[in-house]
Nanobody
Framework: VQLQASGGGLVQAGGSLKLSCAAS????????MGWFRQAPGKEREFVAD???????SYADSVKGRFTISRDNAKSMLHLQMSNLQSEDTAVYYC????????????WGQGTLVTVSS
């Protein structure tokens, strides 16, 4: 699976941004998809993920502000981010793992989100 993330940019605190991830090479219906982020000087952390059937999970820090979604027919993954805060500044990565795997095996190149206060 090849993943290409896009949609990052500079946004003011309280603003919104939508990230997208285009997948190719495999049928996404067998894959769990996720978003991770890495802030400067910090380790990469989980943001949200979604199963092939649409079940979602979120990090506590983004619950109620971020929404993950997917379109299997178009091989797309999205992350709608609202009420962005400075602590959301990071490089955001999309990732995929086949449904029975225990870790994410496929990663996109990352897209930078910068939130100005």
């Amino acid at each position: 699976v090849q993943l290409q993330a896009s949609g990052g940019g500079l946004v003011q605190a309280g603003g919104s941004l939508k990230l997208s991830c285009a997948a190719s090479g495999r049928t996404l219906s067998n894959y769990r998809m996720g978003w991770f982020r890495q802030a400067p000087g910090k380790e990469r952390e989980f943001v949200a993920d979604i199963t092939s059937s649409g079940s979602t999970s979120y990090a506590d820090s983004v619950k109620g502000r971020f929404t993950i979604s997917r379109d299997n027919a178009k091989s797309m993954l999205h992350l709608q981010m609202s009420n962005l805060q400075s602590e959301d500044t990071a490089v955001y990565y999309c990732a995929a793992r086949i449904w029975y795997a225990t870790k994410y095996d496929y990663w996109g190149q990352g897209t930078l989100v910068t939130v100005s206060s």
